[in-house]
T-cell receptor
Framework: GAVVSQHPSRVICKSGTSVKIECRSL??????MFWYRQFPKQSLMLMAT?????????EQGVEKDKFLINHASLTLSTLTVTSAHPEDSSFYIC??????????????FGDGTRLSIL | GQQVMQIPQYQHVQEGEDFTTYCNSSTTLSNIQWYKQRPGGHPVFLIQLVKSGEVKKQKRLTFQFGEAKKNSSLHITATQTTDVGTYFC???????????????FGKGTKLSVIP
């Protein structure tokens, strides 16, 4: 149980393109979803936290107009990287969890999306 | 803000040797979680510790939460090649401030096991 599906797994596109990444919880309802960015040989850097039906909470230094997050249902959250540039190239990974932001439930991670901007 | 430091960054062991990774927080934690990320994979939840001084075991893995709830460790006895991966600790703030709901990940310890 607790499967999180993330698509696409890999994207290569030109600079200036907007890229949408989907994160779905397949067998549970995810009240809270998280978006992380992971640099090579680095840890997971939290970008934003989203709760279904409300605006995402962005971490300091993350541009909300650059990284648009939508959490329209209990099973789907999307991250759109708008007008992507080479410095946005990274591994983006989502996770989903049951419960509110105060919940102690574990996070279940998607397989991640490798984004390469040329 | 809350910082979670994890050491060592890398560990190479001979198969059969033991392995330990340590996690230290700059603030008191309400709980700590451990995740394992296999090469090319995504982090997978291993365990959560909540109580001061708590010790939990999963087969060859032993997890400890410090008395002050600011540090934790993961110990693997007699490592196997299947233990290869990066082990992350993730701590949740213990106060009522802004960090109380955030899960802050350590940088991880990458374990290599030489057969």
């Amino acid at each position: 149980g607790a499967v999180v599906s993330q698509h696409p797994s890999r994207v290569i596109c030109k600079s200036g393109t907007s890229v949408k990444i989907e994160c779905r919880s397949l067998d549970f309802q995810a009240t809270t979803m998280f978006w992380y960015r992971q640099f090579p040989k680095q840890s997971l850097m939290l970008m934003a936290t989203s709760n279904e039906g409300s605006k995402a909470t962005y971490e300091q230094g993350v541009e909300k107009d650059k990284f648009l997050i939508n959490h329209a249902s209990l099973t789907l959250s999307t991250l759109t990287v708008t007008s992507a540039h080479p410095e946005d190239s990274s591994f983006y990974i989502c996770s989903a969890r049951v419960g509110t932001v105060l919940s102690n439930q574990p996070q279940h991670f998607g397989d991640g999306t490798r984004l390469s901007i040329l | 803000g809350q910082q979670v430091m994890q050491i060592p960054q890398y560990q190479h062991v001979q198969e059969g040797e033991d392995f330990t990774t340590y996690c230290n927080s700059s603030t008191t934690l309400s709980n700590i979680q451990w995740y394992k990320q296999r090469p090319g994979g995504h982090p997978v939840f291993l365990i959560q510790l909540v109580k001061s001084g708590e010790v939990k075991k999963q087969k060859r893995l032993t997890f400890q939460f410090g008395e002050a709830k600011k540090n934790s460790s993961l110990h693997i006895t007699a490592t196997q090649t299947t233990d290869v991966g990066t082990y992350f600790c993730a701590g949740k703030g213990g106060d009522s401030g802004a960090g109380s709901y955030q899960l802050t990940f350590g940088k991880g310890t990458k374990l290599s096991v030489i057969p």
